[in-house]
Structures are given as structure tokens and as C-alpha cells.
């Protein structure tokens, strides 16, 4: 059973950090895409990065892109995204997603597996 479990969601302050974790498991880690996604309070989710399993590079949406930045730990099975500079409009739930499209400038469904989410919350 595929399963991605976030954490490291929180309360920051605007300009502050943080890193999320995705920890995966039921499915070989190297062979597929794991990407990250979130969705702000009354809107759509929306890809913001992703590790490729074809050819192991990083790729941002282009409205993350120089704050966020994504990472694995094959030996641990985790994907991490580390946050930069805060801003309120990050406020969103984070998601953790398995083998979204994953392209340069190109982070989008379909997505089969998802995680539960951990909400980020940044007061101005």
C-alpha cells in the first residue's frame, strides 16, 4: 500500500523558514516521480515542485522558484521541501504527492496517491 506521510507544517512568521518532510513508503522510491503540491484557502492545488525519477533533477513552478527548495534522502525514503523567505500567500495545506507529471517548469497531475497534508500557516 503507498503511503506519504507530511510533516513540518507550522505557524511562521512572514520571512521566516521551514522544511517539510514527505516519508514514503509501499513502492520503490528511485522509480517514480514525487512531487509537492499545495492548495490555499479557496483555491485549486497547485504543483510547486517535484523530483523527477527519470533523470533525478529538481523542477519548480515558476512562482517558487529562488525561495523553494525540494530534496531526497533516497536512503530514507523522504522528500523534503525546504522554504525560504515566508510570505502570507504561502499560507496553504502542503501535499506530498506520488508520480505527478513532473517537467521543467511543469508540476501537475493526474496524481494517484496522495498524502494527507500539513498546513503551513504564515502571519504577516
Known amino acids: 500500500e503507498v503511503q506519504l506521510v507530511e510533516s513540518g507544517g507550522g505557524l511562521v512568521q512572514a520571512g521566516g523558514s521551514l522544511r517539510l518532510s514527505c516519508v514514503a513508503s509501499?513502492?520503490?522510491?528511485?522509480?517514480?516521480?514525487i512531487g509537492w503540491f499545495r492548495q490555499a484557502p479557496g483555491k485549486g492545488r497547485e504543483g510547486i515542485s517535484c523530483?523527477?525519477?527519470?533523470?533525478?533533477?529538481?523542477h519548480y513552478a515558476d512562482s517558487v522558484k529562488g525561495r523553494f527548495t525540494i530534496s531526497a534522502d533516497n536512503a530514507k525514503n523522504t522528500v523534503y521541501l525546504e522554504i525560504n523567505n515566508l510570505k502570507p500567500e504561502d499560507t496553504a495545506v502542503y501535499y506530498c504527492?506520488?508520480?505527478?507529471?513532473?517537467?521543467?517548469?511543469?508540476?501537475?497531475?493526474?496524481?494517484?496517491?496522495w498524502g494527507r497534508g500539513t498546513q503551513v500557516t504564515v502571519s504577516s
Open positions: 504527492a506520488h508520480d505527478p507529471a513532473c517537467l521543467p517548469g511543469v508540476v501537475t497531475g493526474p496524481v494517484d496517491y
Open positions: 523530483i523527477s525519477s527519470i533523470d533525478g533533477n529538481a
Open positions: 509501499g513502492f520503490t522510491f528511485d522509480d517514480y516521480a
